[in-house]
């Protein structure tokens, strides 16, 4: 795997300023995508920035007005380990508890990285 620079922000808008200093720098949630694509070749970048610090990406919410709020590097265990989700949104636990094994579900899912690559997958 080619080297690269790793930064692991703790806000939002510091992770949007490494952003705009490093253009071609690739988002990690947990990394099981991303990682494997880097090593195999797939995608290339000398700049990785770690969202798994920040707190509101780190966030699930539930208000029966508002809804569902869900962090976009939220991992598998902590969707389907959630009794509000459970309970409200069945379909979206279940799918979450599908997805690769045990260790997959402790990093991955992270809502967003699911849908930034459109896997079509589980
Ligand atoms: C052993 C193994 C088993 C697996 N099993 C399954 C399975 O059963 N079903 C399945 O669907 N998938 C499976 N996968 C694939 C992978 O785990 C999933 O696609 C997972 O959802 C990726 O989540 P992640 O948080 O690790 O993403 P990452 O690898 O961190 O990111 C994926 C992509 O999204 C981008 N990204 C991340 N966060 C953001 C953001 N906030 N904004 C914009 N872009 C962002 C990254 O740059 C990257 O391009 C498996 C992978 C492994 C290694």
Known sequence: MKWFDYAAPRSVSEAAGLLASHPGA????GGTDLLVQLRAGRKETDYVVDLKRIP?????????????????????YRIYGDSAVSRNY???????ALI??????????????????????A
């Not at 690769?100 to 997958?121: E, L, M, Y």
């Open 26 to 29: 690739r988002l990690l949630a």
């Open 56 to 76: 509101e990406l780190n966030a699930i919410d539930y208000d029966p007005q508002r809804g569902l709020t869900l962090g976009a590097a939220v991992p598998c």
């Open 90 to 96: 069945p379909a979206l636990a279940e799918v979450a």
């Open 100 to 121: 690769g094994g045990t260790q997959i579900q402790g990093r991955a899912w992270k809502w967003f990285s699911k849908t930034a690559r459109s896997a079509p997958r």
